[in-house]
């Protein structure tokens, strides 16, 4: 489109009273090449008369805005014109609240700010949606438990068809397997009959949801919007078009036969499932007699929180022991259950019914350290632990015991698996070959056809559990529009479970419905651009199909990348990744941030810094520290960028051919509690830069020059001093050589 320039400066918020407004207005109308008296300076434009007066401007032709006045993470709503190029320059945070009114630094940066929202307009064009067609909004569920059931319960009762696919005979999962079920009403007292079977019947009579039993997903290919899956039943095979997944497919026991410590083996020690069994069955008894139990001890975490098992909490084992005690009350009112704890867990509303189960006084607690199960004769046991309440070492005899068994994701098997073939290829293709012709092949769940694999990447300690990005979007895997819930997400109890499931629903709908717009699903929610790589001076180096977090790039048979769009994620990692510089976005590109670090005004006196902070978590930390009136050094100048994957290497190279004496790169923490929100993105820059430090100091030009932060948002109050300790080590190293030239 011709573009037609507006310019705006809000003098509100303090703006007014720390910027010489007048010299600003003249040096933003250079700038965008228009006269100064067209520069609309307004004391409050957020008000409904600042507003009105850009509304104008747009109706009579103004397509291209640049606003100086708060950050952009605000009032985002109302400075929204839709049809118009906008960019939003933040005097206030980073210049009004953080800087001394009134100088000559201050000045010089707010005018710096503004030349570059002039430049990122210029260089920009309006994103347009990429909308494919045959678009299918229905949701697959993979697995029919509790988790499974609820979400496709619920995107069908809001209009949503959905496929359900359970590999078992019947639905219900390991919830069916249950005698009972903690109390879910007050006062927690009385054990429920499952409601998992409830669940079952809604579902097989609601007419959105269509059901497969005993069946499996044979392959999954496409994009979100476009799945094609592959259902094999019966030995005969299915494909269905769906546009998002929701993988639901529950968990599995611990192996119990690694537990020998804790006497698994012998005739009367069981696991927490064979106790739920036994009482379904009606009576308590030992198996190696049939005589009725009298005695029972319960050891929590047996195979949980333990480094040599399982190092997490399983969550439901403590008020699964709880109620197991009941069941042994309730048989038997003679009968007596001992539990021996590291920690009662039983957060909520179940804390309840663990104080209704303290004050039963057949039912003992002790916390304790189980060191062993040995025999006591006549089929008894002798429960043996230390580490105490008391400190005392203690030996409990029992004619039953019970092992509050851990729980793994159903997703494990198949990442062990896959870990291992990962390792294992690094021998060269013929071991490869020798692994896969002589180790089983699990059964996967979904059967991507990704380059990346045919599962969903695991959390990085290899437990299996999917990677959800935990920290940042609940859910969301590293699969766009595909969703985990339950316990391949983590161990959750039943009443947890349901409400994950309606949480993964909820997402699954918001991925067909901003699909079918032609928009990002998260984190960017409702961006319009995407990547549009311009591939005819492309070398085939796959540096962009090997680095996308997400898999939205595959190759062709020659090797040339293309995007399957619905997958990405508009993080700009492929952008960063790729030393052509040939992708870019319409309103987001390697010219466009390195023509921003160009602009910047270089100091023949004095240094400049320039700061890539990622929008996610560096520049909401800055953007807090503006708000609390910390002071951020003069010398620096903040870039936002999408995500620190998204840096190209040349930034470098324009930063410092510039004049720039030193560049920092502030983004998410990364490794295994990463807090990236695109997964990778922070690390992946990290591994690129630690190779432009060598580069640099090959130049004459030192290391310390560029370096990269991880940051928290919660960091707003350190993030002054942290920048002021780089400034510092700048000043140290001296003025970039290549400055003036």
């Not at 100064?36 to 507003?51: K, N």
């Not at 819930?485 to 409400?499: E, I, K, S, W």
């Not at 630690?690 to 640099?696: A, F, I, N």
Request: proline content about 5%.
């Amino acid at each position: 489109m011709e573009k037609k320039y507006g310019v705006y400066i809000c003098k509100g918020c303090g703006i007014g009273e720390a910027l010489n407004i007048d010299e600003l207005t003249k040096d933003a109308a250079r700038a965008a090449k228009i006269e100064p008296d067209a520069v609309r300076v307004h004391p409050v434009l957020c008000s409904p008369e600042g507003l009105e007066l850009i509304k104008n401007d747009v109706k009579a032709g103004i397509n291209t805005l640049t606003i100086g006045a708060c950050s952009p993470r605000v009032k985002y709503e109302e400075f929204d014109f839709p049809g118009a190029i906008t960019e939003r320059v933040n005097l206030r945070e980073l210049i009004a609240w953080s800087q001394e009114p009134k100088t000559e630094d201050t000045d010089m940066i707010a005018t710096d700010y503004m030349r570059m929202g002039i430049i990122k307009t210029q260089k920009g064009e309006l994103p347009e949606p990429n909308i494919l067609q045959d678009l299918s909004k229905t949701i697959l569920v993979v697995g029919g438990g509790i988790s499974g059931l609820t979400a496709a319960i619920e995107a069908a009762n809001v209009g949503y068809q959905v496929v359900l696919v359970e590999k078992e005979a019947e639905l219900g999962g390991w919830a069916a397997e249950l005698y009972k079920q903690t109390p879910m009403e007050y006062p927690y007292e009385k054990l429920e009959d499952p409601l998992v079977f409830s669940k079952v019947k809604e579902a097989e009579s609601n007419p959105n949801i269509k059901i497969f039993k005993s069946s499996v997903v044979e392959k999954t290919d496409g994009q979100p919007g476009l799945f094609d899956v592959t259902i094999r039943k019966n030995g005969s095979s299915e494909t269905i078009k769906v546009g998002a997944i929701i993988m639901a497919a529950g968990w599995k026991p611990y192996d119990a036969s690694k537990l020998g410590h804790f006497g698994y083996g012998k005739p009367n020690v069981i696991t927490s499932i064979q106790m739920e069994d036994m009482a379904k069955k009606g009576k308590i008894i030992r198996p190696s007699d049939g005589k009725e139990a009298k005695k029972v001890a319960f050891i929590q975490c047996a195979g949980s929180r333990d480094p040599n098992h399982l190092p997490y909490c399983s969550s439901f084992c403590c008020a699964t022991s709880l109620k197991q005690a009941k069941y042994v009350r309730e048989k038997n009112s003679d009968a007596i259950a001992m539990i021996f704890y590291k920690d009662i867990r039983t957060p909520g509303q179940t804390e309840l019914f663990y104080k209704n189960m303290q004050n039963d006084p057949g039912v003992l607690l002790t916390k304790a350290d189980v060191t062993g199960v040995s025999d006591a004769g006549n089929g008894n046991l002798f429960v043996e632990a230390e580490n105490t309440l008391l400190g005392e070492k203690i030996r409990i005899e029992a004619d039953l015991v019970v092992l509050a068994i851990g729980v793994v994701p159903a997703t494990r098997a198949p990442q062990e698996y896959l870990d291992r073939l990962t390792e294992v290829s690094k021998k060269g293709d013929d071991a490869k070959k020798a692994y896969i012709e002589s180790t089983p092949k699990p059964d996967f769940i979904l059967n991507l056809q990704y380059r990346q694999g045919p599962e969903i990447p695991s959390l990085e300690d290899a437990y299996g559990f999917a990677d959800s990005n935990f920290i940042c979007f609940q859910y969301e895997t590293r699969r766009t529009g595909i969703y985990a819930a339950g316990c391949v997400r983590q161990p959750m109890n039943v009443t947890d479970a349901q409400l994950d499931a309606a949480g993964t629903a909820l997402k699954a709908i918001q991925a067909v419905e901003h699909i079918a717009k032609g928009i990002a699903v998260h984190p960017r929610a409702w961006d319009a651009s995407f990547p549009d790589p311009l591939l005819i001076k492309c070398t085939a180096c796959k540096r962009c199909t090997e680095e996308c977090p997400f898999g939205a790039i595959d190759e062709d048979e020659k090797g040339i990348p293309f995007f399957k769009i619905n997958r990405c994620r508009r993080c700009g990692t492929c952008m960063g990744a790729c030393p052509e510089r040939i992708v870019s976005f319409k309103d987001y590109s390697v010219d466009m941030i390195g023509s921003m670090i160009k602009s910047v005004e270089v100091p023949d006196e004095g240094f400049r810094i320039i700061v890539l902070a990622c929008e996610n978590d560096a520049y909401p930390a800055l953007d807090s520290a503006g708000i609390n009136k910390k002071r951020l050094n003069p010398s620096v100048r903040i870039i936002p960028v999408r995500c620190l994957g998204s840096t190209n290497l040349v930034w470098v190279a324009d930063a410092f051919s510039r004049g720039i004496d030193g560049l920092i790169l502030l983004g998410c923490k990364f490794g295994e509690n990463y807090q990236c929100h695109f997964v990778k993105g922070s690390e992946l820059a990290d591994y690129r830069f630690s190779k432009v430090q060598e580069t640099l100091s090959k130049l004459q030009l030192e290391s310390d020059r560029c370096q990269l932060i991880q940051i928290a948002i919660s960091d707003y109050d350190k993030l002054p001093e942290i920048i002021e300790g780089f400034v510092k080590k700048i000043e140290e190293v001296g003025p970039n050589p290549f400055k003036g030239f």
